[in-house]
């Protein structure tokens, strides 16, 4: 389609150097062709053309010093994408990799996602390019206080709410709304992932790798199959790639692997959460240090590689969850993958896979859960902890994680039945796409041209 191709064009000379961003842009307008075939509509009222542009863009400078007071600076980001469905909804993330082209690319993608939820809610992103690793705590405290003293503008309960993502966790989101009080005097659900004795919802910080858990679930039971008794490829060591473990373990499953920046377990007996968690969640330190506790686990230093890819994938396993970052299954991956026998990819992370590793998982007709969808559990969470704040309410864990899983199901259902609508029964790729887009451009029509 021509339009399809001019707004890509356009966009490539409107946002300049922004790779990723594209990326996301047309992997959803490609998956689009077959539906406005049939829907002119959607062209008529420039939905595309409208929907790939933010509303909003927030960039600005963040100054703070170290413990030794020397000042450093730093880039911060909001952008506030589409607000159709609802106040715009998505992470910061906190990482030396971040740039606007990451940030427009995650803020695009949170708004199929948040649409797929079925929830009152917009999409957007934000962050900034500090790094919070080798960080003291007081230096991060004052980073989070510098960063909020500009974004608090533009936030606010029914405005805008913020969570957490790569290298955002409960410490920082409570330095950030700390701030956020001590600036406006309002203590009020601005922030979502906040503590529990604080407004924070249980289940919230569980949520992302549950959800991708209960999706393979759903994808599994759909092929007549079920999780427990499968060996699982776990990619990261975050909150995602810690509870997708988590869960999995508690659902019978075996996962025999994660990863951080510097290198990959590989632990046949199955992964130890109590490690895990006590070198990522407690000491903040290098995986490197599992092979001290479990002498029969091995660890692949990231320098050892291979030079198109990522070691965890080169492991046998059924299923795999990609839990660590965008682009972090290339085709070379994902090929290795089905060749050692995965055949149930649920992403945990953003974007997880390349374009051409998305499209050798697409040919070999395995279940694959795009981030957008097998991801959307930590956005529909953080949404249940704006309800319980609004209605001064604090849930059991058992009433979360049951709307969790329920949620979960019905995103499958909603991408399954699109991609069966059009013929194309394996790929949840398009019907996450689709089923999202049509969600948030009707909705964009009935409020007319703005």
Known sequence: ?????????SLKKSSPAQTEFYQAAEEVLDCLKPMLEHNPHYHDHGIIERIVEPERQIMFR????????KVHVNKGYRVQFNSALGPYKGGLRFHSSVNASIIKFLGFEQIFKNALTGLPIGGGKG??????????DTEIMRFC??????????????????????????????YLFGQYKRLTGRHEGILTGKGLDWGGSLGRKEATGYGAVYFAENMLKARGEEIAGKTCLVSGAGNVAIYTIEKLLQLGALPISCSDSQGTIYHYQGIDLDTLKLLKET??????????????????DASDYPKDGHAVWRLKGDLAFPSATQNEVTEADAIAMLNNGVYCISEGSNMASTSDAIDRILEARIAYGPGKAANAGGVATSQLEMAQNSSMQKWTLEKVDKKLRSIMCDIHKRCADTATEYDQPHNLVLGANIAGFCKVADAMIEQGTC
């Open 145 to 174: 206080q510098a960063f909020m003293s500009e974004l608090y503008r533009h936030i606010g309960p029914n405005t805008d709410v913020p969570a957490g993502d790569i290298g955002v966790g409960t410490r920082e989101i409570g």
């Open 283 to 300: 000491k903040r330190t290098s995986l490197k240090e599992y092979v001290e506790h479990h002498t029969d686990a091995t660890y692949v």
């Open 1 to 9: 389609m021509n339009y399809i191709h001019d707004t890509l064009s």
């Open 62 to 69: 963040v100054c703070w010093h170290d413990d030794n007071g």
């Open 127 to 136: 962050g900034s390019n500090f790094d919070p690793k080798g960080k003291s």
